[in-house]
C-alpha cells in the first residue's frame, strides 16, 4: 500500500472512530485496529493540525501526550455546596459534595481513555 494510501485509510479510520462516540479501546476492538496504530495516526493527525494552525503540539520527552486536568471549586455565598470542575482536554466534569467517589474515579478513567 502507498504512502498516501495508508494515510487516506487511516483518515478514514480517526473520522470514523471520532463520529462513533466509543472510547479508543471498544472502537479499535470492533473495528480489528491496533490501539497503538490508532494513536500513532491520531498523533500524526494532531501535528498536522498545529502544524497548519501555526501551533506546536504539547509532547513531554518521551512522545506522548501529557494530559491536562485544571479542578476549579465554587465556594461562592450564593452556591451552598462545593463544586468541583474537572477538566481533561476538551471536556469538563462537574462534580458536587457528596459525589459517589467510585462512580467519579470511572468517569475520569473513560475520559482520559477518550482523550
Known amino acids: ?16 472512530y471520532q463520529a462513533s462516540g466509543q472510547t479508543l479501546s471498544a ?3 470492533a473495528n480489528s485496529v ?3 496504530a490508532l494513536k500513532y495516526w491520531l ?9 497548519a494552525a501555526g501551533e506546536k503540539p504539547a509532547r513531554n520527552q518521551k512522545g506522548a501526550s501529557p494530559v491536562f486536568i485544571l479542578a476549579e471549586t465554587d465556594r461562592s455565598p ?3 455546596t462545593s463544586v468541583i470542575n474537572i477538566r481533561i482536554g ?6 458536587r459534595a457528596g459525589v459517589d467517589i467510585e462512580l467519579l474515579s470511572a ?3 473513560a475520559v482520559v481513555e477518550a482523550c
Do not use: F, G, P, T
Open 43 to 51: 498523533e500524526k493527525e494532531e501535528q498536522a493540525q498545529c502544524k
Open 1 to 16: 500500500m502507498s504512502r498516501k494510501n495508508s494515510q487516506e485509510l487511516w483518515q478514514s479510520r480517526i473520522k470514523e
Open 27 to 29: 472502537w479499535c476492538k
Open 78 to 80: 450564593e452556591n451552598e
Open 107 to 109: 468517569v475520569l478513567e
Open 90 to 95: 476538551k471536556a469538563c466534569v462537574e462534580a
Open 34 to 36: 491496533s490501539r497503538d
